[in-house]
């Protein structure tokens, strides 16, 4: 698809021009009248809302970047410390704003492992175990420059290095490879879906500062976090004013030398406690059915 000077900065990602997608959405919907729409993707703006005004009840966005006009009755945003006026601009008056992280849409297993996750977090026994996920592709290949820093670091007791990453990820047999000659124990898996039993496992957390942010939080694992994409970096602020996570910067930032550092700084304080206590208060792991009571209250 080739960007037109009137497309969203994100245009591209939809495939299509805008009205060749909302044709075909339309088509998909046929003839049933569903009471909400929902939509989450940066390429979709208020034109394209506008073709279905007719033709479901109402429509509910989802969005963190606030960059482009929105045509909707409900509005998500899950990011921690968004503020009102942000939006006010881009969305129709009477638009009923969600903002912040007590809407995280976490999975149900995060809620229901949380309560032995907040049991653990009351005593920490060291960095047994480091949970390192840079997003399911990290084309940038962050995962190796994060191993090569762990090596590094002093080890008493050496962890156990826990990896998660897509099973296309381009840059996995290289990961693997570094998993087979460290000296350090290391488990490489891919397409996981057991992600909040290795939080609960996990003493520290190595990661992208996307969504993922949120079901540490919920977890109270200890992050340092890494922005890897432009809409992470207010999340990645955030929480480390508050205190929840440690970040080191964007993907372009990141060396051996940072990661060994700021693993060696954050093991020799109390750190780790406080970034779970606080962790486990920002996010609390109901936030989807907050927004179904929400969905239901509106219809």
């Given amino acids: 698809y080739r960007m037109r000077k009137s497309d969203v900065a994100h245009a591209s990602w939809l495939g299509a021009s805008w009205q060749q997608d909302a044709e075909e959405s339309i088509r998909a919907i046929g003839n049933t009248v569903p009471d909400w729409l929902i939509v989450d993707h940066y390429a979709i703006d208020a034109r394209w809302h506008n073709q279905f005004r007719e033709r479901v009840g109402q429509i509910m966005v989802i969005d963190d970047l606030a960059d482009r006009p929105l045509d909707c009755d409900l509005l998500l945003d899950q990011t921690y410390g968004r503020q009102l006026d942000t939006y006010q601009e881009q969305v129709p008056p009477g638009c009923q704003i969600l903002l912040g992280s007590r809407y995280a849409l976490l999975r149900p297993e995060f809620s229901k492992l949380r309560p032995l996750a907040i049991k653990k977090r009351k005593i920490f026994n060291g960095i047994n175990r480091i949970l390192v996920t840079m997003g399911a592709m990290d084309p940038d290949n962050v995962t190796a420059t994060v191993l090569e820093g762990l090596s590094r670091v002093d080890w008493k007791d050496k962890p156990v290095i826990d990896i998660v990453l897509g099973g296309k990820a381009p840059n996995l047999k290289q990961v693997e490879s570094m998993a087979k000659k460290s000296t350090l124990e290391i488990l490489v898996s891919t397409d996981v879906s057991d992600m909040a ?92 059915k907050c927004l179904a009571d929400h969905l239901i209250e509106k219809k």
Avoid: F, H
Avoid at 199 to 206: E, F, K, P, S
Avoid at 208 to 220: D, F, H, K, P
Avoid at 249 to 264: D, F, N, Q, Y
């Fill in 197 to 288: 039993e290795r939080m609960l496992a996990a003493d520290l957390a190595i990661g992208a500062s996307g969504s993922t942010s949120w079901e540490r939080c919920c977890m109270g694992l200890p992050s340092i976090t890494i922005s890897i994409a432009e809409n992470q970096s207010l999340i990645a602020y955030e929480l480390e004013k508050k205190g929840a996570a440690k970040y080191l910067g964007t993907l372009e930032a990141i060396t051996e030398e940072s990661i060994k550092c700021s693993v060696e700084k954050i093991r020799k304080t109390d750190q780790l406690k406080s970034m779970a206590t606080i962790g486990i208060q920002i996010v609390d792991g109901s936030g989807a």
